[in-house]
């Protein structure tokens, strides 16, 4: 008996972005939170196309549900940015342009933060004491979840006060309420 020979089907490659495929946010994207696709696609450093999707934070969700406010959502919004500018986030990145190989201290044009830098510390620190203190729940709430922009339903299993955690439902309305008190704050700057 003759041997039959078979031909396989050539793979196909997925389409890439050029090509026009749309290939979606990657599973492991997805494990992280709500993504969802911008009405129009941006363009990237070299000015192609780049995917349109984008991560939908809490005050996206929160504003939609109708618990927020357009005005607590950009003071909150607000908030984040100047938060940014003061680099108060715990996590950075080595910045290899200032690497000091063999210096015993630090320079002394690398001293003390900017102006600009100064400023925005003020700021936060004045709306975190308008809402009652870094001690206080809508501070802390403040602090961790808008400012490291961390989940808000992990801030409340790691947070307690009086010993009793603090629940998702609760955690919300923390929220809320320092975002109103937030606004307030802005409003009279």
Known sequence: MPKRIVKRPEK?????QEQGGDLGPTP???QHGPVEAMPRAIADSLGRLSRPYRAVDTLQIMERRGSITPAMRQAGEDFRARFTVAQLDPLRA???AHLRI????????????GPRIEAARTT????????????SPAGSCLWHVLGWQRNLREWALEQGWSGRRVSPEAASGILIAALGALESHRMRQ
């Open 12 to 16: 196909r490659e997925p389409e890439n």
């Open 28 to 30: 492991e994207r997805l």
């Open 94 to 96: 080595l910045d290899t």
């Open 102 to 113: 063999a210096e015993l201290g630090p320079s002394p044009d690398q001293a003390a933060p």
């Open 124 to 135: 936060v620190w004045q709306a975190i004491q308008a809402v009652g203190g870094i001690g």
